[in-house]
């Protein structure tokens, strides 16, 4: 049976798991690829650190010249984090003739058009799967399964470590910093959390799909996010109370006025599947104009999941699948996109509002008063009994969803309702999704 | 821009829809494909029909020898139903050296070995990512993103049809006739509805899935199979009482004692996603056992979803990846097949039974008695309260969910209380699924 020898860079968990499979299931690569990958070297920086793997003689090494140097070498899974070294070795692979398949979000969302085309320029290939939902193929899906269709929107929750924070707020108690301590000690969360707390992670991540989905070459800096930081676990429950979950999620929708994107805690429907995906896991809404709506949901991360994604993308790369796709879709060329983003300010939909009031007769008047300025309605309110009556400058909780209005008048209404002596401390405000189909219907 | 000729033989619905995606949308293909999938020729019975859909000049014909004898057709959608003259035009197609995309599973769950063969020694190639689960790239996630993975399980609701009727059964409290009648007016069954209800149409999907990810070769017609037809509007009643919603479910399981394959209707626990799969929506559960369980949801027929899946097989035939995946894949070859097929009668799990008890005391005594001596135990019961107490003749509903047992034990066993004088008329036999994991665990 023909033979395509392969390398990982970085022996790490998904590293560890990538060997795993190479060297225990070589008989599934030579079924679906007709060929074994065969482990010819695997790079690392640290030779003495244990190992939760025994490799065969002579494949681990810390020197990555033995796969640069060696031309056999054809493909080779780069699984190093953060931005450099992990570009230049990128760079490296490529100029030594390689094909080269990543995990690494990060530096697709930051140079994706630096390394496209440099790999376009010397006919190499560069796959990334797993860079986006772990274990579930969204990225196989988008650019390949949908080519048919204008897609008109993509909604996901892209950030396992968040969902699982929230998660454990919603259904167990937790407020935030103990979430976050429960994701921490079960390996969910990296010891600084911030990129996948602040939505940087999900806003990366959402970057790629719309660029493979739109075609929109746009940063992800420039996506407009908020992180589940602030989240509180009685906004939670208030969201319950009105038959909603809240959700990291992330979201594009193509209008007529430019593709909108944003991350952000939203609140969705309970018993829609977005709704209910749970825990460290991923899930992925997609209509498209002639396939309608489709619902993935699977394991956004971890060892074998994610190990899944990367050696299936060694497999496509070594038959010469990623090949074609990587040519056909000219992904990340220098051709100018397209595709304008709408103005965030524009954006509308449904709000969730919390406000603290010091004092309830006339103040929901007043607030309904601003709102109403700002050329929104209430849809329902839930006010909170006050606990005791005998301490007279306790707050309670106003809670208001609103029509739909834009993310401007939103903000801005808030921004000037805040200022009213009645109400103390800042607003929560969150977005509430609406059924795709409605969204769509706009 | 690189340009693919292509044609199409049969303008059904689905033709409609794929002519419609090339002649509007062809800058899709364009951006996709990096070449323009030219509609040469589309081929149908009778010229005088009158069509949904403007077709240019020259374009329609009845003469399949236009497509034949153009060498420059080199893709085409084959979207003839039914197995004869289906098979031989996809044999001539082939033979004339076109590259064939085909939507009719009938035809592949038939004479796939034949077909593939046939194709192989042609070396051209056949796609069918549009023959299950309409617009759910179930084939391409399944033969390709999941390929580091031995696939351990699969769980789907593959026919719209049943799963339609079974909705209105259960939420709009229809009988099976009403409810078929809705879905052959809003166009959801065919005239002769058969193949849908009775599980043909979901087993030569599922023996078409069975091979893709077992590289099982077993005929539909061995797949152990029930249909919808007789169920019953009042066991959705009791099972939804129980918590559960009953569905047309297609399993295939991975067990160390072989391959487990049926098709019936199967109560699944409310809140599970394939429990909430509703309408002619399809649903797939899988589990590989690195990538861990995936869902998949979307339009499981129609023409535009369809349609959409038909277009994205003739993009990745066109630039070569169907190629690559059907020499590497060997589908349906003539190598012997190394999967046994488990015994149908061995397959174990829970039941839903429900009898009509014509004298209550002490049936349930008899009857729990029985199910002991085949080595079933009882996990719960409910019994119907008598309406009218003055109709002596009255029977009652006994229902019962026992723990795990075979197949073989609980029909043995049934059969023993339905000779019970106390027993009026058949009992309702229907399989409980526990969650994927629970039953791997098995």
Chains 1, 2 share one sequence.
């Not at 796969?67 to 990128?90: C, F, K, Y």
Request: aromatic content about 4%.
């Amino acid at each position: 049976m023909e033979k395509t020898k392969v390398a990982i860079v970085g022996m790490g968990t998904v590293g560890t798991g990538v060997a795993r499979l190479l060297l225990d299931h070589g008989d599934r690569t030579a079924r679906h690829a007709g060929r074994t990958l065969w482990l010819q070297k695997a790079v690392v920086r640290d030779l003495t650190k244990r190992r939760e793997i025994d490799l065969p003689q002579g494949v681990l090494t810390d020197c990555i010249e033995e796969v640069l140097g060696d031309p056999e070498i054809r493909v080779v899974a780069h699984l190093v984090g953060g931005l450099e070294p992990a570009r230049t070795i990128i760079l490296r692979l490529l100029e030594s003739g390689k094909d080269v398949v990543t995990a690494n979000k990060a530096l697709l969302a930051e140079h994706g058009g630096e390394l496209f085309d440099r790999a376009r320029a010397l006919g190499r290939s560069i796959a990334f799967e797993a860079s986006v939902g772990g274990g579930v193929p969204i990225i196989t899906n988008i650019s390949q399964c949908f080519s048919a269709n204008q897609i008109l929107a993509i909604r996901g929750i892209l950030n396992g470590t968040s969902n699982f924070i929230v998660t454990q707020m919603d259904e167990g108690g937790m407020t935030y910093r103990e979430a976050l301590e429960a994701a921490q000690r079960l390996g969910y969360a990296e010891a600084d959390p911030t990129m996948d707390v602040d939505g940087s992670d999900a806003a990366q991540k959402l970057a790629i799909l719309a660029h493979l989905a739109f075609g929109a070459r746009v940063h992800w800096r420039d996506i407009p996010r908020v992180g589940i930081e602030q989240l509180q676990a009685r906004d939670l429950q208030y969201a319950a109370q009105l038959g909603y979950r809240v959700k990291l999620l992330a979201s594009a929708r193509w209008t007529d006025s430019g593709l909108e994107l944003h991350v952000s805690p939203t609140l969705l429907k309970k018993g829609r599947p977005l709704a209910e995906v749970r825990g460290p896991y991923n899930g992925f809404a997609v209509v498209g104009d002639a396939v309608g709506d489709l619902f993935f949901h699977g394991q956004g991360a971890g060892q074998m999941p994610t190990a899944s994604a990367v050696v299936a993308d060694m497999i496509d790369t070594a038959v010469g699948r990623t090949g074609i796709t990587f040519r056909t879709l000219a992904l990340w060329s220098q051709r100018p996109a397209a595709v304008d983003l709408r103005a965030h300010e524009d954006l509308l939909g449904r709000y969730y509002l919390r406000f603290q009031v010091k004092d309830r007769p006339g103040v929901l008047g007043q607030i309904a008063s601003l709102l109403g300025k700002h050329g929104i309605s209430i849809s329902s309110v839930i006010q909170e009994e006050h606990g005791s009556s005998n301490q007279p400058v306790q707050t309670v909780s106003l809670v208001i969803m609103t029509y739909d209005a834009s993310e401007g008048a939103s903000r801005r209404a808030v921004e000037e309702i805040e200022r009213l002596e009645s109400i103390d401390g800042p607003c929560v405000r969150m977005r509430v999704a609406e059924s795709l189909h409605k969204e769509l219907a706009r």
